[in-house]
């Protein structure tokens, strides 16, 4: 039974209070028993909760009520319970840390609203389009890790492991690129807002990002995920789902250790280290679950069960 929905969402525009709407967030969704993580700023809102179905309606129904949000998109998946263990609702400087300056972030303009630029939208089905035809420089808009367990077909991989380098990388070897068509893809759409706002503000003159980003490409009914292989990352104890339902998929994942195919990301057991990596079921067993020999006899380890 699919009783509950995830949440994805976000929405640029000027808070002047953003205590007071985190506050007001924590109490609308303490009251409605969803879970997930929210992050406020001057910036806007950016969260993902979970919830039973009427609860997550009722959630959108308030926060849509409000005239700052009254245009904002919420991507909808639907699932067997919550995918989180509890609620967290914080204030922050930036709604993705990436630490650009002004140029890649939405500021006051001294009227009450955010002066925002970005790359242009591409649709989902202009999107497969575009994949197809080989026509632009893609860009996968994540971080190694989650490049590494799935992406689209021919879409550059960033050898990053936080969002905040993406700058200093672009730089480095992206700008020699500035005449040529560049679309960038993510998760769900927000990082894309600052990445290509950078990449404008640096002189990038055609610019793209996918509209939605994975998930709703994943649920476009032309699109229907075509051209993405492996799984998407997710941030939740999902840890990943699947985004092709056209039947062209193929496993990209490769085992940390033997680099046999997979698609499953586990914690080291060593509790020092829980480093998150790839492992195929052979070698989940061969290293207990381990990312490392010295990881495997390590003092401070977690319980494994059969």
Request: glycine residues 8%; proline residues 2%.
């Amino acid at each position: 039974m699919t009783d509950y929905n995830v949440l994805l969402y976000y929405y640029f525009t000027w808070i002047n209070a953003p205590e007071v709407l985190a506050e007001d967030h924590r109490k609308l969704c303490s009251t409605l028993g969803l879970l997930g993580r929210i992050l406020v700023s001057h910036e806007g809102i950016n969260g993902t909760v979970s919830g039973k179905q009427e609860s997550c309606k009722e959630y959108i129904d308030v926060v849509r009520s409000d005239e700052r949000f009254n245009k904002i998109e919420f991507k909808i998946d639907c699932v067997e319970n919550h995918v989180f263990q509890k609620l967290s609702v914080r204030v922050k400087k930036e709604l993705v840390t990436f630490r650009a300056g002004e140029s890649a972030s939405a500021n006051e303009n001294g009227k009450g609203h955010v002066q925002h630029q970005r790359g242009q939208y591409i649709e989902p089905a202009d999107f497969l389009t575009l994949l197809e035809d080989n026509d632009a420089i893609v860009i996968d808009g994540r971080t190694d890790y989650e490049y590494d367990l799935g992406h689209f077909r021919g879409a550059l991989r960033p050898p990053i492991s936080a969002f905040r380098d993406f700058p200093e990388w672009i730089r480095q070897e992206l700008s020699e690129y500035k005449d040529r068509k560049i679309v960038t893809y993510c998760t769900g759409g927000i990082r894309c807002e600052k990445l290509t706002s950078f990449m404008i503000a640096e002189g990038f003159r055609d610019v793209h990002q996918l509209h939605g980003g994975i998930v709703s490409y994943g649920n476009d009914e032309v699109a229907r995920g075509s051209l993405w292989d492996g799984r998407c990352y997710v941030f939740d104890e999902r840890i990943s789902i699947e985004i092709n339902r056209a039947g062209n998929k193929r496993i990209v994942g490769k085992c940390h250790h033997c680099s046999a195919p997979t698609e499953r990301y586990v914690n080291c057991a060593n509790l020092d280290c829980h480093r998150q990596h790839l492992v195929c079921a052979d070698c989940e067993e061969r290293m207990q679950r381990s990312c490392s020999v010295e990881c495997i006899t390590a003092r401070r380890r977690e319980i494994l069960t059969a």
